[in-house]
């Protein structure tokens, strides 16, 4: 896919509307929002924006610049600063920050224990959601991006809008079985619950907005949640669609 590196500050010339299809999922923490867009993703040959990625990466460099989480001006003029590309590529999604590849090191445990007082940083909110925006309005063909607040605040004109959840319990033992003996079932609980909670205060994604579709996988495998939403994505716009789905 062309969609290769995309600094986010220097966007490409956004194609017309009706060229693209933007797909947007937001849900709670193990609702299945990365593994489930990236699979739309490949299916329609579409890019694919992790959101969260960004955050966790804005979070990774406050870490590791010792500039105190608290810091709300500092944070704020830190992430401003900074340059932050993500691979828009469904298969091997990655993402650097002033230049350092944090793909791996923004899953490690301070990171999702510090990144709810990033993402609850409004200057830091109003930064990263600029960036996205011109992202999304940068794909040549279009894009399937989640997060939080994606239905709501950065495309809530997506003609596919997606609100994912599960149960509280489906997701915590989904995590668990992701992070293994990484993470102690405490800490599991901190990152899908209490992180939820926190994450919950700026972006409203504990319901669905009007027109947003509510998709519970928690007794849906992940290939019958990808086709639920492919389905959904077919209905709305064909045309965009390639009748074979590239693999
Ligand atoms: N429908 C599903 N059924 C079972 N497990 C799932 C399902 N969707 C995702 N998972 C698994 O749950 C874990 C969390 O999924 P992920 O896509 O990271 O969720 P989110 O991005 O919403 O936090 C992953 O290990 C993933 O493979
Ligand atoms: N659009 C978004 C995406 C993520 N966030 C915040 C909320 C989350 O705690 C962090 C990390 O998001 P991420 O999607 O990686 O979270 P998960 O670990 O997949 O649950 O970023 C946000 O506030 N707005």
Redesign the pocket.
């Known amino acids: 896919m062309s969609d290769e590196i995309e600094p986010a500050k220097a966007p490409r010339r956004p194609a017309p509307e009706a060229e693209r299809l933007v797909i947007a999922i937001?849900g709670?923490?193990?609702?299945g929002?990365?593994s489930t867009a990236r699979g739309v993703a490949k299916k329609l040959g579409l890019a694919y924006l992790?959101?969260?990625?960004?955050?966790?990466a804005a979070?990774r460099l406050v870490l590791d610049s010792g500039v105190d989480t608290g810091d709300a001006d500092a944070v704020a003029a830190l992430i401003e600063a900074a340059d932050i590309a993500s691979t828009l590529e469904p298969s091997d999604p990655a993402i650097a920050i002033n230049g350092t590849d944090v793909t791996e090191a923004?899953r490690e445990p301070a990171v999702?224990a510090a990144?709810?007082s990033?993402?609850?940083n409004l200057a830091v909110?109003a930064n990263?959601?600029a960036r996205?925006r011109a992202i999304i309005g940068g794909t040549r063909k279009g894009i399937v991006a989640?997060?939080?607040?994606?239905t709501t605040?950065?495309a809530p004109e997506a003609p596919v809008r997606v609100l994912l959840v599960a149960d509280p319990a489906a997701r915590v033992a989904r995590?668990q079985a992701e992070l293994g003996e990484k993470a102690t079932s405490a800490e599991v609980t901190d990152?899908?619950i209490r992180?939820?909670r926190?994450?919950s205060t700026?972006?409203a994604?504990t319901e669905a907005a009007d027109g947003v579709v509510v998709v519970d996988s928690t007794h849906l495998s992940l290939p019958e949640v990808i086709d639920v939403i492919v389905g959904l994505a077919r209905r709305v716009s064909v045309g965009h669609i390639p009748a074979v789905a590239p693999r």
């Open positions: 937001d709670p923490s193990g609702s929002k990365s992790d959101t969260g990625a960004m955050y966790r979070t923004i999702s990144v709810s990033v993402a609850t909110r990263l959601i996205q989640e997060g939080r607040d994606i605040v950065v995590r990152q899908v992180r939820d926190d994450d700026v972006a994604f």
